[in-house]
């Protein structure tokens, strides 16, 4: 069964490599050529554990091939899965205009029965947008050109993440198929199949206009449950309780689960905050106020800022001062900084008038530019020298066992903070070195 996947953004690439790695014939398609000509020669655009492999291995046996050619893409596919960029507009709605691109291209080249499916985080009824985008297109097309107006639309939403993507493609909590076609959904499963022979793979059978909204449920009860354990910390700080032993006990509590409690600078990254935003304009346009979760986008992007004033606090006053930041991407194991709480730590720290010197073990050229007056250093260690306190933002393993001695010996003033609650305190402050955590002390 040949499939073709439209977007080679981190869905598109990980969902063609894993299907290709299931023995499905895969096309990679994207109108970005000169994106396409890298990864024609193995170079993968984004930094992710394990697909780099994935990605030769089934090149090299034929199974994924990338293309800018989406026509022929698409004429050779059964199966079509959208995996295009759906970013914010400026009122928080998401801009679909790529989506509907790849909809008239479909209609343009529909040539026997073919089954559409989103991959993409598409607000509730874009489903339906696509089908009518198709029949309209189909429309307007001299009839000659018409041979068949057969196809049905499905939305199977992706729930993986940065950083561990090829994991959760693997072996997912559950797959999600909203469709109202039984053919579009045995195809779905059928494709789906290596996953749940072993038997541990449940499906999720709805309609299109369900599975669109559990997917932006998903995102934005765990942004909910980041942001709430983030409030937990700071009020930890200011009443001494301690946050990881809440967490637990949280976690302990079955109807809650332990996942998800790690307080930190905020959430970021291309997803949490995107969607809750976008969940909140849909709610919006539906004439609902969704509370919660506007108040989670506000609070969110007042985290930051709170962990600018703990570094202010800790360092009594930041003005002139030098800040080693460990950190740049929004979480380890990934090179995007889009919306990384990090950056704008280190933008709100420049306007605080500090020196901020940071290191991060992915992050480096691109961010430069966006970072300007902030030194980009090569190591923990050139981050560390001379500077008045040293700040981790992302928690990188690399940064989990760091040489507390050598580190005393190179600040300036032996402070460490931090943001996402690696070190145990009496670890650092034996070494000599004043610790600041996030809800604890
Ligand atoms: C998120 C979801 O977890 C995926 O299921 C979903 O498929 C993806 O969005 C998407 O919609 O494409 P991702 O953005 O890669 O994945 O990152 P997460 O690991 O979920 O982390 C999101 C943010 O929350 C990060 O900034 C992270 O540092 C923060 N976070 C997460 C915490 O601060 N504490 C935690 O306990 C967990």
């Not at 993968?44 to 026509?71: A, K």
């Not at 999720?204 to 909204?213: A, C, H, P």
């Not at 983030?230 to 949280?250: K, M, P, W, Y």
């Amino acid at each position: 069964m040949n499939i073709a996947v439209i977007g080679t953004g981190y869905v598109g690439l990980v969902t063609g490599a894993c299907f290709a790695e299931f023995g499905l014939k895969v096309a990679c398609v994207d109108k970005d050529k000169k994106k396409i000509a890298h990864l024609l020669h193995g170079k993968i655009p984004i930094y992710e554990p394990g697909l780099e492999e994935i990605v030769r291995r089934n090149m090299q046996r034929g199974f994924l091939r990338f293309s800018s050619d989406i026509d022929e893409s698409i004429r050779n596919s059964l199966t079509i899965f959208i995996a295009v960029g759906t970013p914010s507009k400026a009122d928080g709605s998401a801009d679909l205009s790529y989506v509907d691109e790849v909809a008239e291209a479909i209609a343009r080249n529909l040539n026997g029965y073919k089954v559409i499916v989103t991959k993409s985080t598409v607000p509730v009824g874009t489903g339906e947008r696509i089908r009518r985008t198709i029949l309209k297109t189909l429309a307007n097309m001299p009839e000659d050109r018409r041979s068949t107006n057969l196809f049905d639309v499905v939305s199977n939403p992706e729930f993986l993440r940065e950083g561990s993507a090829v994991e959760d493609f693997l072996h997912p909590d559950r797959i999600v198929i909203g469709a109202d076609s039984e053919q579009a959904v045995a195809i779905l499963k059928d494709l789906y199949s290596p996953l749940y022979l072993g038997g541990k793979t449940r499906f999720v059978i709805t309609d299109m206009r369900t599975s669109e909204l559990i997917k932006y449920a998903t995102n934005a009860y765990l942004a909910t449950k980041v942001t709430f354990i983030n409030e937990i910390a700071n009020l930890c700080d200011r009443v001494g309780s301690n946050v990881l032993t809440i967490a637990q006990a949280l976690g302990m509590d079955g109807r809650i689960s332990p996942k998800f409690l790690n307080p930190g600078p905020g959430y970021g990254g291309s997803c949490f905050p995107k969607d809750t935003r976008a969940l909140c304009k849909i709610a919006e346009e539906a004439g609902y106020d969704f509370g919660v979760l506007k108040a989670v986008v506000e609070v969110n992007e007042r985290q930051p800022k709170m962990m600018v004033e703990k570094i202010k606090q800790a360092t009594k006053g930041v003005r002139g001062k030098t800040i080693g930041l460990l950190g740049l991407s929004f979480k380890p194991n990934t090179d995007d900084t889009r919306e990384s709480p990090a950056i704008a730590i280190a933008r709100e720290l420049r306007r605080a008038g500090a020196k901020v010197k940071a290191f991060d073990p992915a992050v480096a050229e691109p961010v430069r530019k966006e970072l300007r007056g902030v030194t980009i250093c090569p190591d923990v260690h050139s981050a560390a020298k001379g500077a008045d306190a040293l700040v981790i933002a992302t928690e990188w393993n690399q940064f989990r066992n760091l040489d507390l001695p050598k580190l005393k010996k190179l600040l300036k003033t032996p402070l460490l903070i931090d943001l996402r609650n690696i070190y145990q305190p009496a670890r650092v402050r034996e070494a000599g070195i004043e610790y600041v955590g996030m809800g604890q002390r």
